[in-house]
């Protein structure tokens, strides 16, 4: 019954090598969403998609890009990871102006 | 200027008591929604509960009640009867007219005693 899936949970990567974090959702929604959260802050917002549509937030870094190749699937990209991007990425969708549903979450460690 | 105020870092809240986390908010639109997001230890988000600015009648989710204070601009979560299971951090969240993004909170890191 899993509606909004990422995976990995835990991914571990080197500084400067490139990662990808993947987002899928059973709930059809049209947007989906990348926040990025570090300990005991709220989440941020990275960028969200409305269908095709990519929205970007202004303070998001040029390191972070994403991708959409359909409804259901959504990639977080991190091209050359620094220690300041070890975080918790959640991904969400919602169907438009209601409330968000949430992965799980993939905590993300830079060594 | 900060859209969203959560001025309770940590609370302590004795089991089967019930706790109100206050949540106040910014805003010059008529039309908005209030959301409140449980999130445990294991990182996900959970919804909880969502108020409409034009609802008429504060949001109830069994244990879970927002009170909707529209001139006051606040939205305070109750939780009733309080489980061990509720520690957790909550976040207020508010979605403005037309946008589908979220604001929130800073949080609300709730511990509950046995």
């Known amino acids: 019954d899993a509606m909004v899936i990422q995976n990995p949970r835990y991914q571990v990567t080197q500084f400067g090598k490139p990662v990808t974090l993947s987002c899928s959702q059973t709930?059809?929604?049209?947007?989906m969403y990348w926040y990025q959260q570090k300990s005991s802050q709220a989440p941020k917002l990275l960028f969200h998609?409305?269908?095709?549509?990519?929205?970007n937030e202004a303070d998001t870094p040029d390191n972070f890009q994403s991708r959409r190749p359909n409804t259901s699937f959504c990639f977080l990209d991190i091209r050359s990871p620094g220690l300041g991007d070890a975080a918790m990425y959640l991904c969400?969708?919602?169907?438009?102006?209601?409330?968000?549903?949430f992965g799980p979450g993939t905590r993300l460690t830079v060594l | 200027a900060q859209k969203i105020t959560q001025t309770q870092p940590g609370m302590f809240v004795q089991e089967k008591e019930a706790v109100t986390l206050d949540c106040t908010y910014d805003?010059?639109?008529?039309?908005?929604?209030l959301f409140w997001y449980k999130q445990p230890s294991s990182g996900e988000m959970i919804f909880l509960i969502y108020q409409g600015s034009y609802d008429q009648q504060n949001a109830t989710e069994g244990r879970y009640s927002l009170n909707f204070q529209k001139a006051r601009k606040s939205a305070n979560l109750v939780i009733s009867a309080s489980q061990l299971g509720d520690s957790a951090m909550y976040f207020c969240a508010m979605r403005e007219n037309d946008d589908y993004k979220l604001s929130f909170g800073a949080g609300t890191t709730v511990t509950v005693r046995a």
């Open positions: 969400a969708t919602s169907s438009g102006r209601g409330e968000q549903f």
């Open positions: 998609y409305y269908d095709k549509d990519f929205n």
């Open positions: 709930l059809n929604h049209n947007v």
């Open positions: 805003t010059s639109d008529p039309s908005y929604g």
